[in-house]
């Protein structure tokens, strides 16, 4: 049984080397090819691996992090990206009180009904409400952003990602990467640049090689230097509000991930003392019998 165990993790190991030495070539193959100016493979180039709080086992969030991404979020991408799966009274896990989440709230204004009259109406939100979306149709969305409707917030950071490649997916399979994510936002509002020479790229187009669907986006680069003022004082740079605004998303997308982490830290150490434990008891009730 040990033996076919081994033998098959060898294959497994032995399998997963030789992939990853041919998706490397192809990586170096496409890049030859966007040189060429042939069809590439997209992203042209692949997103650097952050510094995140949240990751690793023992991983958790920084508030106030958390809170300068929200206040980018609300100052810059909200008004095209919604957030329509994440309400105001989950704020309060960001640091804010009942009342501050109250009052924030209040700056929004949400549709509610019908009235008596069979009519609907629009209010003040509540901490209940989840964040308005900022176009009332995804139409509505599109035809004010160049013909793409700009996707919602809520789930990006879990939704998006890009495969890391050799040799990193190996190790992958034994101990995932979540935050590919987030270091995928953060390089592309970091990655916006002039298209290299014989790089043409369409009209109302902006290049970034960091863009996951081809090698330039419709959206125009969101986040400038100085452009959201910071209360802690944080660099108030384009790679900050990169890195917070991502945090932000992630906490939007996974906001029990610090509970995650611990409860299974805990079952962990349960499984390895429950497994020690089954181990001591059967060496001891076979200790004295003939095998």
């Known amino acids: 049984m040990k033996k076919l165990v081994t033998g098959i993790l060898s294959l497994a190991v032995v399998a997963g080397l030789g992939l990853g030495a041919a998706l490397a070539q192809g990586e170096e193959e496409g890049g030859e090819e966007h040189a060429a100016g042939a069809t ?99 139409e509505a969305a599109a035809a004010s952003n160049n013909g793409a409707a700009p996707p919602d917030f809520s789930l990006i950071a ?71 003022t910071y209360d802690d004082g944080a660099p108030q740079t384009v790679d900050q509000y990169a890195k917070d605004v991502s945090a932000f998303l992630m906490w939007a997308a996974e906001p029990h991930l610090e509970d995650r982490k611990r409860t299974g830290f805990m079952v962990m150490v349960f499984l390895l003392i429950f497994t020690g434990l089954i181990y001591l008891t059967k060496k001891s009730v076979y200790a004295n019998k003939e095998h």
């Open 158 to 228: 879990k939704a998006r990602g890009i495969e890391r490649g050799f040799p990193q997916f190996v190790f992958d399979m034994f101990w995932p990467y979540q935050e590919g994510g987030p270091d995928y936002i953060h390089a592309l509002l970091t990655g916006y640049q002039d298209p290299p020479a014989g790089v043409e790229v369409a009209e109302g187009t902006h290049y970034n090689p960091y863009f996951a669907s081809a090698a330039a986006l419709a959206m125009a680069p969101p986040i400038s230097d100085d452009q959201v």
């Open 40 to 138: 590439p493979h997209y992203p042209i180039h692949k997103p650097e691996q952050q510094d995140w709080t949240f990751a690793g086992l023992f991983g958790h969030y920084d508030k106030g992090q958390l809170q300068r991404g929200l206040k980018v979020y609300t100052e810059v991408c909200s008004a095209c990206h919604s957030m329509e799966l994440v309400s105001f009274r989950t704020l309060e896990d960001l640091g804010y009180s009942e009342a501050q989440v109250k009052a924030f709230a209040a700056n929004y204004e949400v549709e509610d009904g019908p009235n008596a009259d069979g009519e609907m109406f629009t209010r003040k939100a509540v901490p209940s409400d989840h964040f308005p979306p900022p176009f009332p149709n995804k």
